[in-house]
């Protein structure tokens, strides 16, 4: 586990997404060479459309843009694809909305919390090793050995809270 703490904060409306998806296909190339595993074409296709925006991707959103970009495009097609990309810690998946978002630090072992916006679907990467000690000392007194935990919480994110705010005419200070 990561003996640090990482926020990733909500990206403003003018994030240069094209370089970050960009950077993010870079790394898991690089992170697939390294460890001597394939990211073949569909499988970076894939990769490509789960940081096509911060916002968690279903699996038959995936397969929709595939099925109109190749024929043969199939629901096991997609989710072997997707079952590469979580075991190589290139991508989470988002429980409560069915999802999958990019991983931003794939490669280093981390726990994972998440902050999505339920008005955007915007979701930040946390990873807080606090919040996952307080999970495994607290299931740890009730006899409970913890497996894999993924926390997610929903709320605003900054971006709506400002938009919230200014269509409700509120004024800070």
Not at 115 to 134: T, V, Y
Request: proline residues 5%; negative net charge.
């Amino acid at each position: 586990m990561a003996n640090y703490s990482r926020i990733e904060t909500f990206l403003a409306d003018d994030h240069d997404h094209d370089r970050c998806q960009g950077d993010a296909l870079d790394r898991a190339a690089a992170l697939c060479e390294t460890r001597g595993v394939r990211l073949t074409p569909l499988r970076r296709r894939v990769l490509e459309l789960v940081w096509s925006s911060h916002r968690p991707i279903g699996a038959y959103e995936i397969l929709d843009t595939l099925r109109s970009e190749r024929q043969g495009a199939a629901p096991p097609t997609v989710y072997r694809a997707l079952d590469f990309l979580l075991e190589q810690g290139l991508v989470h998946r988002v429980s409560s909305l069915n999802g999958f978002v990019g991983c931003l630090t794939p490669g280093a072992p981390h726990t994972v919390q998440f902050l999505i916006c339920r008005s955007c679907g915007q979701a930040a990467e946390l990873s807080d090793p606090r919040i996952d000690d307080a999970i495994r000392d607290s299931a740890a007194k009730a006899g409970f050995a913890a497996g894999r935990r993924t926390i997610e919480v929903e709320g605003l994110c900054p971006n709506c809270q400002g938009r919230n705010e200014a269509s409700a005419g509120v004024h800070h200070g």
